[in-house]
Nanobody
């Protein structure tokens, strides 16, 4: 299984980005697909999750600004990020989990300039 994350870049505060996570298999192969982020000099944190039942969860610090969705025809899960703030600067990682396995994609860097 491979996960490929993309869509990061440099954006001004208040701007938007959409991150994509493309899987090598159906996105419904996993119990959940998650987006994590790791800001500079901080620990990695869970930002958003979408379950195999399409239930979504967004961490409080980005609720109302970020959303997660999937397009399984494209084997993709997206993280839509709006009203970006400098604190959103981080490397963002796509993760997929099953009961027995964890899969990580390479990170994609998001830099928000103020």
């Amino acid at each position: 299984v491979q996960l490929q994350a993309s869509g990061g870049g440099l954006v001004q505060a208040g701007g938007s980005l959409r991150l994509s996570c493309v899987a090598s298999v159906s996105t419904y192969s996993f119990d959940a697909i998650n987006w994590y982020r790791q800001p500079p000099r901080k620990q990695r944190e869970l930002v958003a999750s979408i379950s195999s039942g399409d239930e979504t969860w967004i961490t409080d610090s980005v609720k109302g600004r970020f959303s997660i969705s999937r397009d399984n025809d494209k084997k993709s899960v997206y993280l839509q990020m709006d009203s970006l703030e400098s604190d959103d600067t981080a490397v963002y990682y796509c993760h997929a989990g099953t009961r027995h396995d964890d899969f990580w994609g390479r990170g994609t860097l998001v830099t928000v300039s103020s």
